[in-house]
């Protein structure tokens, strides 16, 4: 059984930041990925890792890093200098590049201004 948890969202002003967590049980975490859902609009994709590549999108480049831990079963999303459109549900995904995978249950992330 897979289970991905999420957790580190949170309410945090413009320019702050937040530490998302996944802890994966079940699956390797090789392959992972963070999308995100604002309401009313589609899932965009914001960060993958598989191996040593990181791939970002051009909207959080510079802004947010992805990594793993392995002993811990875990990957990460450091977010930086948060702007209000950053806000959405983030989700954790195995096998980002792929439509079929597992997702987390999100995490909510507000940035005010």
């Known amino acids: 059984q897979v289970q991905l948890v999420e957790s580190g969202g949170g309410l945090v002003q413009a320019g702050g930041s937040l530490r998302l967590s996944c802890v994966a049980s079940?699956?390797?975490?090789?392959?992972m990925g963070w999308y995100r859902q604002a309401p009313g609009k589609q899932r965009e994709f914001v960060a993958a890792i598989t191996g040593g590549n990181t791939n970002y999108a051009d909207s959080v480049k510079g802004r947010f890093t992805i990594s793993r831990d392995n002993a811990k079963n875990a990957v990460y999303l450091q977010m930086d200098s948060l702007k209000p459109e950053d806000t959405a549900v983030y989700y954790c995904?195995?096998?980002?590049?792929?439509?079929?995978?597992?997702w987390g249950q999100g995490t909510q992330v507000t940035v005010s201004s």
């Open positions: 079940g699956t390797s975490i090789n392959s």
């Open positions: 995904k195995t096998n980002p590049y792929v439509s079929w995978g597992s």
